[in-house]
């Protein structure tokens, strides 16, 4: 299985981005899908969960500002994120959790400055 991220890039801050990342391979019972994002010096931490029921996890500090959704079909993940703060600078990854493995991409990297 591999995941690949796309959709990051330099953005103003209260600006948006739309992060996808798609996987290949040999895909059978996704359990869920997710985002994480980690700054230099510091622990990776979860953004963003989606089941594959549907069911949606955010981290506090979101407040809302992004959302998470997939396509099944696509066996792809997306992240929208609104109102971009240069704290939400990062590299975001993705993680698919199918069977009992976890999955992750190669990581896309989102710059939020003026």
């Known amino acids: 299985v591999q995941l690949q991220a796309s959709g990051g890039g330099l953005v103003q801050p209260g600006g948006s981005l739309r992060l996808s990342c798609a996987a290949s391979g040999s895909i059978f019972n996704i359990n869920s899908m997710g985002w994480f994002r980690q700054t230099p010096g510091k622990e990776r931490e979860s953004v963003a969960q989606i089941t594959s029921g549907g069911y949606t996890d955010y981290a506090d500090f979101l407040k809302g500002r992004f959302t998470i959704s997939r396509d099944s079909a696509k066996n792809t993940v997306y992240l929208q994120m609104n109102s971009l703060k240069s704290e939400d600078t990062a590299v975001y990854y993705c993680?698919?959790?199918?069977?009992?493995?976890?999955?992750w991409g190669q990581g896309t990297e989102v710059t939020v400055s003026s």
């Open positions: 993680s698919f959790h199918i069977g009992t493995s976890y999955y």
